[in-house]
Protein backbone atom coordinates (compact mmCIF):
# COMPACT_ATOMS: atom_id res chain seq x y z
CA UNK A 1 0.00 0.00 0.00
CA UNK A 2 1.05 3.42 -0.82
CA UNK A 3 2.41 5.88 2.47
CA UNK A 4 0.18 8.89 1.35
CA UNK A 5 -3.52 9.78 1.33
CA UNK A 6 -4.87 12.40 -1.04
CA UNK A 7 -8.53 13.36 -2.21
CA UNK A 8 -10.08 11.59 -4.61
CA UNK A 9 -11.40 13.84 -6.84
CA UNK A 10 -11.45 17.96 -7.23
CA UNK A 11 -13.20 20.17 -9.54
CA UNK A 12 -12.20 23.91 -10.79
CA UNK A 13 -12.24 26.42 -13.18
CA UNK A 14 -10.19 28.15 -15.97
CA UNK A 15 -7.88 30.83 -14.35
CA UNK A 16 -8.30 29.77 -10.58
CA UNK A 17 -5.69 28.38 -8.63
CA UNK A 18 -5.52 24.63 -7.44
CA UNK A 19 -4.38 22.98 -3.93
CA UNK A 20 -4.46 19.57 -3.77
CA UNK A 21 -2.99 18.28 0.02
CA UNK A 22 -1.68 15.12 0.42
CA UNK A 23 -1.07 13.17 3.46
CA UNK A 24 1.95 11.30 4.27
CA UNK A 25 2.17 10.65 8.06
CA UNK A 26 4.69 7.88 8.43
CA UNK A 27 7.24 10.01 6.11
CA UNK A 28 10.72 8.42 6.82
CA UNK A 29 13.75 11.45 7.44
CA UNK A 30 15.43 10.53 4.33
CA UNK A 31 12.29 10.63 2.17
CA UNK A 32 11.21 13.00 -0.64
CA UNK A 33 8.06 14.29 -1.43
CA UNK A 34 7.00 13.84 -5.71
CA UNK A 35 4.26 14.95 -7.53
CA UNK A 36 3.29 13.14 -10.69
CA UNK A 37 0.94 14.14 -13.10
CA UNK A 38 -1.10 11.20 -15.72
CA UNK A 39 -3.51 11.58 -18.51
CA UNK A 40 -5.59 8.86 -19.57
CA UNK A 41 -3.59 6.16 -21.42
CA UNK A 42 -0.45 7.53 -20.87
CA UNK A 43 2.28 7.32 -18.34
CA UNK A 44 2.87 9.69 -15.32
CA UNK A 45 4.97 12.94 -15.66
CA UNK A 46 7.23 14.02 -12.99
CA UNK A 47 5.63 17.71 -11.81
CA UNK A 48 8.02 18.57 -8.97
CA UNK A 49 9.88 17.26 -5.99
CA UNK A 50 10.75 18.55 -3.16
CA UNK A 51 12.08 17.75 0.90
CA UNK A 52 10.54 20.59 3.08
CA UNK A 53 9.53 24.49 2.68
CA UNK A 54 8.35 25.49 -0.23
CA UNK A 55 9.98 24.54 -4.10
CA UNK A 56 8.47 26.53 -7.29
CA UNK A 57 9.26 25.89 -10.77
CA UNK A 58 7.66 26.95 -13.88
CA UNK A 59 4.92 24.53 -13.48
CA UNK A 60 3.70 24.69 -9.87
CA UNK A 61 4.51 25.14 -6.43
CA UNK A 62 5.00 22.71 -2.97
CA UNK A 63 4.42 23.97 0.19
CA UNK A 64 5.87 21.47 2.77
CA UNK A 65 5.33 21.88 6.53
CA UNK A 66 7.94 21.51 8.87
CA UNK A 67 6.57 18.18 10.51
CA UNK A 68 6.46 17.24 6.71
CA UNK A 69 3.22 14.72 7.55
CA UNK A 70 1.85 16.77 4.79
CA UNK A 71 2.00 18.73 1.52
CA UNK A 72 0.28 20.55 -0.81
CA UNK A 73 0.77 20.88 -4.67
CA UNK A 74 -0.26 24.38 -6.17
CA UNK A 75 -1.39 24.95 -9.65
CA UNK A 76 -2.04 28.41 -10.45
CA UNK A 77 -4.34 29.85 -13.19
CA UNK A 78 -5.20 26.48 -13.61
CA UNK A 79 -6.70 25.44 -17.81
CA UNK A 80 -8.63 22.97 -19.66
CA UNK A 81 -5.64 20.96 -20.04
CA UNK A 82 -4.66 20.57 -16.66
CA UNK A 83 -7.69 17.85 -16.14
CA UNK A 84 -5.68 14.78 -15.27
CA UNK A 85 -4.77 12.71 -12.74
CA UNK A 86 -2.55 14.14 -9.97
CA UNK A 87 -0.06 11.80 -7.54
CA UNK A 88 1.85 12.37 -4.46
CA UNK A 89 4.49 10.07 -4.19
CA UNK A 90 6.85 9.39 -0.71
CA UNK A 91 9.67 8.89 -3.38
CA UNK A 92 11.80 5.90 -1.67
CA UNK A 93 8.55 3.75 -1.23
CA UNK A 94 7.85 3.56 -5.47
CA UNK A 95 4.24 3.24 -5.00
CA UNK A 96 1.51 5.49 -6.41
CA UNK A 97 -1.99 5.67 -4.22
CA UNK A 98 -5.32 6.00 -6.14
CA UNK A 99 -4.03 10.00 -6.91
CA UNK A 100 -6.48 12.97 -7.48
CA UNK A 101 -8.87 13.08 -10.39
CA UNK A 102 -8.72 16.73 -11.14
CA UNK A 103 -11.34 18.21 -13.52
CA UNK A 104 -11.15 22.13 -14.73
CA UNK A 105 -14.29 23.46 -16.57
CA UNK A 106 -14.91 26.17 -18.54
CA UNK B 1 9.79 12.65 -26.16
CA UNK B 2 10.53 11.07 -22.67
CA UNK B 3 13.72 9.04 -23.70
CA UNK B 4 11.61 5.85 -22.47
CA UNK B 5 10.15 3.94 -25.23
CA UNK B 6 8.14 1.09 -24.72
CA UNK B 7 6.92 -1.69 -27.98
CA UNK B 8 4.51 -2.64 -28.59
CA UNK B 9 2.00 -0.37 -28.12
CA UNK B 10 -1.03 -2.39 -27.71
CA UNK B 11 -1.37 -5.89 -27.83
CA UNK B 12 -3.89 -8.34 -28.06
CA UNK B 13 -3.27 -11.78 -27.03
CA UNK B 14 -5.24 -14.92 -26.33
CA UNK B 15 -4.94 -16.82 -23.21
CA UNK B 16 -2.00 -19.55 -24.42
CA UNK B 17 0.05 -17.31 -26.39
CA UNK B 18 3.26 -16.19 -25.22
CA UNK B 19 4.88 -12.41 -26.39
CA UNK B 20 7.25 -10.03 -24.70
CA UNK B 21 7.03 -6.29 -24.04
CA UNK B 22 9.99 -4.36 -24.58
CA UNK B 23 11.12 -1.39 -22.94
CA UNK B 24 14.67 1.05 -23.39
CA UNK B 25 15.87 4.11 -22.15
CA UNK B 26 18.23 6.12 -23.47
CA UNK B 27 18.58 8.99 -20.22
CA UNK B 28 22.09 6.66 -18.68
CA UNK B 29 19.46 5.65 -15.71
CA UNK B 30 20.59 3.12 -13.36
CA UNK B 31 16.90 1.78 -12.51
CA UNK B 32 14.26 0.44 -14.29
CA UNK B 33 10.40 -0.65 -13.28
CA UNK B 34 7.33 -2.60 -14.36
CA UNK B 35 4.04 -1.10 -13.75
CA UNK B 36 0.68 -2.42 -14.59
CA UNK B 37 -2.94 0.35 -14.66
CA UNK B 38 -5.74 -1.61 -14.63
CA UNK B 39 -9.04 0.71 -15.50
CA UNK B 40 -9.55 2.67 -13.13
CA UNK B 41 -6.89 1.46 -10.88
CA UNK B 42 -3.82 2.89 -9.36
CA UNK B 43 -0.67 2.07 -11.11
CA UNK B 44 0.48 -1.29 -8.99
CA UNK B 45 4.04 -1.57 -9.18
CA UNK B 46 5.20 -5.18 -10.37
CA UNK B 47 9.25 -5.09 -10.72
CA UNK B 48 12.14 -2.73 -9.83
CA UNK B 49 15.58 -3.50 -11.21
CA UNK B 50 18.79 -1.51 -10.40
CA UNK B 51 21.40 -2.10 -12.10
CA UNK B 52 20.39 -5.33 -14.16
CA UNK B 53 19.58 -7.11 -10.74
CA UNK B 54 16.09 -7.19 -9.37
CA UNK B 55 15.47 -5.59 -6.31
CA UNK B 56 11.77 -5.95 -5.73
CA UNK B 57 8.97 -8.23 -6.86
CA UNK B 58 5.29 -7.59 -5.42
CA UNK B 59 4.10 -10.94 -5.58
CA UNK B 60 3.77 -11.00 -9.51
CA UNK B 61 2.19 -14.34 -10.60
CA UNK B 62 4.74 -16.15 -12.69
CA UNK B 63 3.14 -15.76 -15.59
CA UNK B 64 4.46 -12.36 -15.90
CA UNK B 65 8.56 -12.69 -16.25
CA UNK B 66 10.98 -10.08 -16.16
CA UNK B 67 14.36 -9.57 -17.91
CA UNK B 68 16.80 -7.07 -17.45
CA UNK B 69 19.87 -7.84 -19.68
CA UNK B 70 21.42 -4.42 -19.39
CA UNK B 71 20.73 -1.36 -17.81
CA UNK B 72 18.98 0.11 -21.33
CA UNK B 73 16.76 -2.41 -21.81
CA UNK B 74 13.57 -4.46 -19.89
CA UNK B 75 11.76 -6.69 -21.11
CA UNK B 76 8.25 -8.48 -19.56
CA UNK B 77 7.69 -11.87 -20.83
CA UNK B 78 4.03 -13.07 -20.35
CA UNK B 79 2.46 -16.34 -20.91
CA UNK B 80 -1.18 -17.96 -20.43
CA UNK B 81 -2.40 -14.72 -19.04
CA UNK B 82 -5.75 -14.33 -17.70
CA UNK B 83 -8.45 -11.48 -19.31
CA UNK B 84 -8.28 -9.89 -16.29
CA UNK B 85 -4.20 -9.52 -16.98
CA UNK B 86 -5.63 -6.59 -19.19
CA UNK B 87 -3.69 -3.34 -18.70
CA UNK B 88 -1.93 -0.84 -19.29
CA UNK B 89 1.67 -2.15 -18.40
CA UNK B 90 4.20 1.08 -18.09
CA UNK B 91 7.64 1.25 -17.95
CA UNK B 92 9.73 3.67 -16.03
CA UNK B 93 13.19 4.47 -14.95
CA UNK B 94 15.35 6.94 -12.86
CA UNK B 95 18.61 7.10 -12.37
CA UNK B 96 18.96 5.28 -9.10
CA UNK B 97 16.02 3.72 -6.91
CA UNK B 98 16.33 5.93 -3.73
CA UNK B 99 14.61 9.82 -3.87
CA UNK B 100 15.13 9.74 -7.82
CA UNK B 101 12.37 10.72 -10.46
CA UNK B 102 10.98 8.40 -12.27
CA UNK B 103 10.57 9.20 -16.11
CA UNK B 104 7.81 6.85 -17.61
CA UNK B 105 7.21 5.18 -20.98
CA UNK B 106 4.00 5.57 -22.74
CA UNK B 107 2.94 2.24 -22.22
CA UNK B 108 1.92 -1.01 -23.83
CA UNK B 109 -2.29 -1.15 -23.70
CA UNK B 110 -2.27 -5.27 -23.37
CA UNK B 111 -6.00 -7.00 -24.00
CA UNK B 112 -6.52 -10.46 -22.93
CA UNK B 113 -9.10 -12.61 -24.99
Known amino acids: LAKTTQPISMDSYEGQEVNITCSHN???????ITWYQQFPSQGPRFIIQ???TKVTNEVASLFIPADRKSSTLSLPRVSLSDTAVYYC???????FGAGTRLTVKP | ETGVTQTPRHLVMGMTNKKSLKCEQH?????MYWYKQSAKKPLELMFV???????ENNSVPSRFSPECPNSSHLFLHLHTLQPEDSALYLC????????????FGPGTRLTVL
Open chain 2, 92 to 103: ASSLGTSNNEQF
Open chain 1, 26 to 32: NIATNDY
Open chain 1, 50 to 52: GYK
Open chain 1, 89 to 95: LVLNDMR
Open chain 2, 27 to 31: LGHNA
Open chain 2, 49 to 55: YSLEERV
